[in-house]
């Protein structure tokens, strides 16, 4: 059975940082990616990383703070987020895909069950 297992999120401060992560079970992915859903808003993409991790996406909104990377022999992807806002407080899903990379949600077959990120200011 494949699985996606999101964990790593809390509340914390305004200008903390926090780190993810997602442990896959059942297969290797090929592309991962990170998304989030506010109260009230549609989900959202966060960041995207390839195979070898030497390719990566970021939304406008996190680029410069928040950090995607992979760790395939423990078949595990990390969000690192530094210097965290309150508009960040959100749950944050894993998502992964075989043949898909990008920013589209729609796009990735694969997806966790979120972890909460709660910024306070």
């Known amino acids: 059975q494949v699985q996606l297992a999101e964990s790593g999120g809390g509340l914390v401060q305004a200008g903390d940082s926090l780190r993810l992560s997602c442990a896959a079970s059942g297969r290797t992915f090929s592309r991962y990616a990170w998304f989030r859903q506010a109260p009230g808003k549609e989900r959202e993409f966060v960041a995207a990383v390839s195979w070898s991790g030497g390719t990566t996406l970021y939304a406008d909104s996190v680029k410069g703070r928040f950090t995607v990377s992979r760790d395939n022999v423990k078949n595990t992807v990390y969000l690192q987020m530094d210097s965290l806002k309150p508009e960040d407080t959100a749950v944050y899903y894993c998502?992964?895909?075989?043949?898909?990379?990008?920013?589209?949600?729609?796009?990735?077959?694969?997806w966790g069950q979120g972890t909460q990120v709660t910024v306070s200011s």
């Open positions: 998502a992964a895909d075989l043949v898909y990379f990008g920013s589209t949600s729609s796009g990735y077959h694969y």
